[in-house]
């Protein structure tokens, strides 16, 4: 999608939103090379904060090629903000119903038409102690083996500065820095002939998450963690634990 074609709702969400972004958060964008011009394609983006989506957002409107991100249903039917969801082209999930499909089907029409479809793989903030990104789910790779389009990573950090995961407060000074590092496409062409099993999206989801960890290593000047962190693995370990507290 060119400039030319963002549509009314875009730009008057930009209009709401880039003036607040601006004053809020310094700017370190790089990579913006690798966003292509023309053509469908995905970003595959890491979260850990809940104004990284608007912050990304304003990043990728400044190329022209808009993203659509899938996001809960439940934004889509509120007022004002369900219109801009709406009008934006924005993508909703349907979580644990009959639905819940719709997404991938309508991310890989988007992407057929040549849009870009924004994924936070993780599904929801990140949950590591760190902010590192933690195993995601498998839907980035389903659409991209399914349109074999370009898979773009991407990694961010500075929003979750501002507001932390699971803040309720913004820390507003000093000013912080939104940095985004873009690379260029994962290469995940050698799976394309095999056959799309579980084993398969998982493995592929993998080497996507480890170019987007492989970026933000270099955002923050640190290595990554070894292996990702895993929410639910942390949790039935919480569990066991206070099992056994509990049977003493």
């Not at 990728?60 to 009008?87: C, D, E, H, W």
């Not at 909703?92 to 029409?109: C, F, G, K, Q, W």
């Not at 000093?174 to 398969?200: A, F």
Request: aromatic share 8%; net charge positive.
């Amino acid at each position: 999608m060119s400039r030319r074609r963002i549509g009314f709702w875009y730009r008057l969400a930009a209009v709401i939103a880039k003036p607040p972004l601006i004053v809020l958060l310094k700017r370190d964008w790089q990579g913006a090379e690798h966003i292509p011009a023309d053509g469908g394609f995905i970003t595959a983006v890491n979260h850990n904060s809940h104004i990284d989506p608007f912050a990304y957002a304003h990043f990728q409107y400044n190329t022209g090629r808009v993203p659509r991100f899938l996001a809960k249903n439940g934004l889509f039917t509120s007022g004002f903000i369900g219109a801009v969801m709406r009008g934006t082209g924005q993508i909703p999930v349907y979580r644990e119903s009959t639905n819940a499909l719709s997404a991938y089907r309508a991310a890989i029409d988007a992407v057929e038409r040549g849009e870009c479809v924004a994924f936070y793989p993780e599904g929801t903030l990140t949950r590591d102690p760190a902010q590192w990104p933690m195993t995601a789910k498998t839907g980035v790779a389903r659409v991209a083996l399914q349109t074999r389009c370009p898979v773009i990573p991407v990694a961010q950090w500075g929003a979750n500065l501002l507001l932390p995961p699971y803040a309720t407060r913004p820390h507003l000074l000093p000013r912080k820095t939104h940095r985004v590092l873009v690379g260029p496409p994962v290469d995940i062409s050698r799976y394309y002939d095999e056959e799309i099993t579980p084993e398969l999206l998982r493995e592929v989801t993998e080497v996507i998450m480890a170019a987007i960890t492989e970026l933000l290593s270099e955002l923050r000047g640190e290595p990554a963690p070894a292996v990702p962190y895993d929410h639910r693995e942390a949790r039935a370990e919480q569990r066991r634990k206070a099992a056994e507290e509990g049977s003493k």
